[in-house]
């Protein structure tokens, strides 16, 4: 079955950095666009970046320049590169896949930025 293992987050001060790493297995990975979204609390799920099967990518405006998505096909692993981290980017960040007309998701990965 599809399944979908983030790591990388933690405790970052503010102007740090952190990469995240999205493990996925269970479906064919090179013909699927992945995405990483962010929960904060108290607030919806948002879109954070997303990564077509060639490689186009796309984000949110409040990350535009300070976050990089990239994908390793034969990892089968998607990345989410963030700089410059500031406080509102505190959330759980998790890994999507749309895939066989459903979403799917990872369990989540905790980002704090904070001093």
Not at 8 to 33: D, E, Y
Not at 60 to 81: C, H, M, P, W
Not at 107 to 112: C, K, L, S
């Amino acid at each position: 079955q599809v399944q979908l293992v983030e790591s990388g987050g933690g405790l970052v001060q503010p102007g740090g950095s952190l990469r995240l790493s999205c493990a996925a297995s269970g479906f064919i990975f090179t013909i699927a666009a992945m995405n990483w979204y962010r929960q904060a609390p108290g607030k919806q799920r948002e879109l954070v970046a997303g990564i077509s099967t060639r490689g186009t990518t796309s984000y949110a405006d409040s990350v535009k320049g300070r976050f990089t998505i990239s994908r390793e096909n034969a990892k089968k692993t998607v990345y989410l590169q963030m700089n410059s981290l500031n406080a509102e980017d505190t959330a759980v960040y998790y890994c999507n896949v749309p895939y066989d007309r459903r979403d799917y998701w990872g369990q989540g990965t905790q980002v704090t930025v904070s001093s």
